[in-house]
T-cell receptor, first 112, second 113 residues
């Protein structure tokens, strides 16, 4: 069964600290993996998209990694800011189906 | 602002009713996607259209249907509404399909009483 699991469910960190969010998936055959940031009540915003051949992608202070062999991805946030408080969602799509399987997200809270 | 517009912002209706949600994609985007986000199930992919044709179907109920018109705007029709259909419905668009970045609209919050 195609599944995407994220950990931790929630995380609280102090402003300026780094953190890493995890995403494990069982989707096969793999097409791409996306990380989104979603503020409460708003639409998700794309952070990164990675295909099978990519193992690192950065977008400002956000760096995503992908290990297609172990089917794991991580999102690293550097020097966190209060505005990073949001839910971070991992989405994997299966090749040929154009369908998207969502993780349940990690809720990040950054405190001053 | 992603450039994707959705109307209405909020919708309150009763069980058994039918509603239509509307989405206008970013200028030039050919693909439109519909997603449902409920408190207990998170975000779920419903359906995708590409240049007027249905491209992929996710967890869309038979009571729900969608279409994409020649001007590329899309509508999601929800009928025989149940309490459990209360959710945020997002539309997203992208220039093409596959690995393209999807741009999400602000969503329509549907409340079924």
């Amino acid at each position: 069964k195609n599944q995407v699991e994220q950990s931790p469910q929630s995380l609280i960190i102090l402003e300026g600290k780094n953190c890493t969010l995890q995403c494990n998936y069982t989707v096969s055959p793999f097409s791409n993996l996306r990380w989104y940031k979603q503020d409460t009540g708003r639409g998700p915003v794309s952070l990164t998209i990675m295909t099978f051949s990519e193992n690192t992608k950065s977008n400002g202070r956000y760096t995503a990694t992908l290990d297609a062999d172990t089917k794991q991805s991580s999102l690293h946030i550097t020097a966190s800011q209060l505005s990073d408080s949001a839910s971070y969602i991992c989405v994997v799509s299966a090749k040929g189906t154009y369908k998207y399987i969502f993780g349940t997200g990690t809720r990040l809270k950054v405190l001053a | 602002d992603s450039g994707v517009t959705q109307t209405p912002k909020h919708l309150i209706t009763a069980t058994g009713q039918r509603v239509t949600l509307r989405c206008s994609p970013r200028s030039g985007d050919l693909s439109v996607y519909w997603y449902q986000q409920s408190l207990d199930q998170g975000l779920q992919f419903l359906i995708q259209y590409y240049n007027g044709e249905e491209r992929a179907k996710g967890n869309i109920l038979e009571r729900f249907s969608a279409q994409q018109f020649p001007d590329l705007h899309s509508e999601l029709n929800l009928s025989s509404l149940e309490l459990g259909d209360s959710a945020l419905y997002f539309c997203a668009s992208s220039p093409e399909t596959g690995d393209a970045t999807q741009y999400f609209g602000p969503g329509t919050r549907l409340t079924v009483l």
